[in-house]
């Protein structure tokens, strides 16, 4: 069934998006549902069905494929990274891989503490959590995060680390330049569902014109605060 709603949600964008989809089936398609209080405006609880082991066999050489044949077409690429088991070691490295190879940007939303198998691309996305897990710093105050941002930088050979701040704001580091702070827009919030996906999308959009990293960064503040 939650299958069937993503097919045919993807049809009805055509064709101003192709689905590229790959079917496995061993496993459900990941079904999240929210629970969001009316009263308090406030997001409750979230329940899921999925199967998160990482794809393997054909499986996995199927990815790989799928993602190869669209890179040519593609301006930039994006990993949003849920830790579902889409986006394997093998699948990373080799979309990054050839990315670099046809100087297409590659921006990362990460997951889990090893930003290791990142290595190599254009743009890493964590929150605070994330950075300071991945690299192994304190994040607390604004100078700390600016630390860690450039210290994962060096780890991962990423040309810029955004780190984002929730009611901060966002923080940009780019290699060889000084960190840049944006604040966030004061907006009420119900649900905050999206939010994450949106920046990363808006910052994928501009660097995909052409844009640079700052600039990209503040159309993503703004759009994740819509």
Known sequence: EAAAACRASLAELSPRIAARLVRDPSRPTTRKLRFVSEH???HLLRA??????PAEGKGEKALIAQALAALPRADAVVLSDYAKGVLTPNVIRAVIARAR???????VDPKGHDFAIYRGATLLTPNRKELGDAAHHPVKTQQQVAAATAKLARQVDCKAVLVTLSEDGMLLHVKGQKPVHTPAYPVKVRDVSGAGDTSVAALSVLLALGAGFETAMRTANA???V
């Open 101 to 107: 190879e046809l100087k297409k940007p590659v921006i």
């Open 48 to 53: 899921d069905w999925e199967d998160a082991r």
């Open 40 to 42: 308090f405006s406030t």
């Open 223 to 225: 759009a994740a605060s």
